[in-house]
């Protein structure tokens, strides 16, 4: 844990490092995409248990911001999603078929089971409706009480009060109102990993340079305007074959004012830099995981 400009970091979990701990040598504490809960009380994490059996060695940690694990529980997938109230996270119980929604102490409180049929496309993982009472995942809906699933027109993340949607339809970027209507085409070259802003005027994402195999510009687009500001350029001229995302966003700043997000060239780093453009600089060597905190005082 770091001030937002990598300063005065702080170690709270101490673990193997890759090369140390197996299977897959991704260390004993890692994780992806936003690990915060909303209210900035707590961090959700992976921990691998390096000595255990392949099949049941990921888990799940909750942890305060100093650190105090306050529950472990056995969870598969990659991201982990908080709800809107900070009170509950959803992970995978059974990759691809069943959902777990757990309490801050671990217990679980919900087994939800995707509808029969259901094929994923890639490595993806369930997420929070604005409501609380629901989970999507590649535009099915399950609510955690049971209700049966449904389907949306689309597969998209909406905005922190609910009203609109960002979902990617071939390499296109579009915007709609939350049912899917009026939807807009605000960017067209091959889009990826779409992240509002938490006031919703803004939308963060990476695309690619013409005739690149890689994705390698970060973008932030004005949703009232349509405006579209390029941020961040990757070469990855000698990195074709290497890495698919040289660039990732990861999430705006409690602000709005801030895009943290990930390099995978020339090595991992964490940067971050102003929704203008300006003040690019590198957080973190050697990680291209890491999330703000939001809210809080300093960290």
């Given at each position: 844990?770091a001030?937002?400009?990598g300063?005065?970091?702080?170690?709270?979990?101490?673990?193997?490092?890759?090369n140390?701990?197996?299977?897959f040598?991704?260390g004993?504490?890692?994780?992806?995409?936003?690990?915060?809960s909303?209210d900035?009380?707590?961090?959700?994490?992976?921990?691998t248990?390096?000595?255990g059996p392949?099949?049941?060695?990921?888990?799940?940690?909750?942890?305060?911001r100093?650190?105090?694990?306050?529950?472990?529980?056995?969870?598969?997938?990659?991201?982990?999603?908080?709800s809107p109230?900070s009170t509950?996270?959803?992970v995978?119980?059974?990759?691809?078929?069943?959902?777990?929604?757990?309490?801050l102490?671990?217990?679980?409180?919900?087994?939800?089971?995707?509808?029969?049929?259901w094929?994923?496309?890639?490595?993806?993982?369930?997420?929070?409706?604005?409501?609380?009472?629901?989970?999507?995942?590649?535009?099915?809906?399950?609510?955690?009480?049971?209700s049966?699933?449904?389907?949306?027109?689309?597969d998209?993340t909406y905005?922190?009060?609910?009203?609109?949607?960002?979902?990617?339809?071939?390499?296109?970027?579009?915007?709609?109102?939350?049912d899917?209507?009026?939807?807009?085409?605000?960017?067209?070259?091959?889009?990826s990993?779409?992240?509002?802003?938490p006031?919703?005027?803004?939308?963060?994402?990476?695309?690619?340079?013409?005739?690149?195999?890689?994705?390698?510009?970060?973008?932030?687009?004005?949703?009232?305007?349509?405006?579209?500001?390029?941020?961040?350029?990757?070469?990855?001229?000698?990195?074709?074959?290497e890495?698919y995302?040289l660039?990732?966003?990861?999430?705006?700043s409690?602000?709005?004012?801030?895009?943290l997000?990930?390099?995978?060239?020339?090595?991992?780093?964490?940067?971050?830099?102003n929704?203008?453009?300006?003040?690019h600089?590198?957080l973190?060597?050697?990680t291209?995981?890491?999330?703000?905190?939001?809210?809080?005082?300093?960290?």
């Open positions: 844990v001030e937002w400009d300063s005065n970091a702080v170690r709270i979990a101490d673990g193997r490092p890759p140390d701990c197996r299977p040598g991704l004993e504490y890692w994780g992806e995409g936003p690990m915060w909303p900035g009380r707590y961090l959700a994490y992976r921990h248990n390096c000595d392949e099949d049941a060695w990921r888990h799940v940690v909750i942890s305060d100093e650190g105090n694990v306050l529950a472990q529980f056995p969870g598969d997938g990659w991201d982990i999603s908080w109230d509950r996270v959803a995978w119980v059974t990759v691809f078929e069943t959902i777990g929604v757990f309490g102490d671990g217990e679980r409180q919900a087994l939800v089971t995707m509808p029969r049929g094929r994923p496309s890639g490595d993806h993982d369930p997420m929070w409706l604005a409501d609380g009472e629901s989970l999507v995942l590649q535009g099915v809906v399950i609510p955690i009480d049971g049966a699933p449904y389907h949306l027109q689309f998209g905005s922190p009060d609910g009203s609109r949607v960002v979902y990617v339809a071939g390499r296109s970027l579009v915007v709609a109102e939350a899917g209507s009026n939807p807009r085409v605000v960017f067209d070259d091959w889009v990993n779409p992240v509002w802003s006031t919703g005027h803004r939308i963060a994402f990476t695309s690619k340079k013409p005739g690149s195999a890689t994705v390698n510009e970060l973008r932030v687009l004005d949703v009232a305007s349509g405006t579209v500001t390029l941020l961040a350029e990757a070469d990855g001229s000698e990195l074709e074959t890495a995302f660039l990732s966003v990861i999430d705006f409690p602000e709005g004012d801030r895009i997000f990930a390099r995978t060239e020339d090595g991992d780093s964490l940067w971050s830099i929704v203008d453009g300006s003040d600089r590198r973190v060597a050697g291209a995981w890491g999330d703000w905190l939001s809210p809080g005082p300093t960290r």
